[in-house]
Each structure stands twice: as C-alpha cells, then as structure tokens.
C-alpha cells in the first residue's frame, strides 16, 4: 500500500490540526495503521494506532485525551485529530500501514510498519 500524509502546517499552543493520510491499493482494509513522529533532533516514535476495523486503538501516554485517530476504510483515508497542541508536539508525522491479521495487536515499534507516508510537518509555536 502507498501512503500520502497532509495536513500539517504552523499552529499556535491550543490549537487544533487534523492530519490525513490516504492510501492506494488493495490492503488498506487489511492494515492496523498508526501515526508516528519524529521530532527534531530525535527518533521517530509511535503516536497512535488503529486496527483493521478500527474497534481498537492505542495512543502513547503524552497524547491521550488530546489527540484521537480514526479511519475511513472506504476512503481508504485514516486521520489524526491533534488538539490541544502543545511546543513539544513539533515533529514531522507520518503514518504508516501493518498489513496484520485481524486478531493482531497494534504495533508499537517502526520495524513493525510495512508501509510509510513521505511525512507532513506540524510546528506547534508557544
């Protein structure tokens, strides 16, 4: 599956961005997808997952209650919601496609992911 991320862009603390990521291909409905981010200087590190149907999520801690992934599999499109930005939430985003069986957890890790998104920028200004 090929992945392309939008969205992203310059945002005040407090604000609100919401980030897309739409696939071609046939496996889209057969991949968990997850969004990660890299922020200067760093590694990239996992930011939110959702399963195949999208019965199942998961956010890293400094995310819950901000930010909220889901996905359309008709659109074959999966977003990310980020509210509440913060400074420390400056990164480039990516998302990125598990071609897993449905009973498989989400992934935490990037050798995990099969497929990536070139990336979008989001640069949170205090």
């Known amino acids: 599956v090929q992945l392309q991320a939008c969205g992203g862009g310059l945002v005040q603390a407090g604000g609100s961005l919401r980030l897309s990521c739409t696939a071609s291909g046939r496996m889209f409905d057969r991949s968990h997808m997850a969004w990660f981010r890299q922020p200067p200087g760093k590694e990239r590190e996992f930011v939110a997952g959702?399963?195949?149907?999208?019965?199942?999520?998961h956010y890293t801690t400094s995310v819950e209650g901000r930010f909220t992934i889901s996905r359309d599999n008709a659109k074959k499109t999966v977003y990310l919601q980020m509210n509440s930005l913060k400074p420390e939430d400056t990164a480039v985003y990516y998302c990125?496609?598990?071609?897993?069986?449905?009973?498989?957890?989400?992934?935490?890790?990037?050798?995990?992911?099969?497929?990536w998104g070139q990336g979008t920028l989001v640069t949170v200004s205090s």
């Open positions: 959702i399963s195949r149907g999208g019965k199942n999520v």
């Open positions: 990125a496609a598990d071609n897993a069986i449905l009973t498989a957890p989400i992934q935490l890790n990037v050798g995990d992911y099969d497929s």
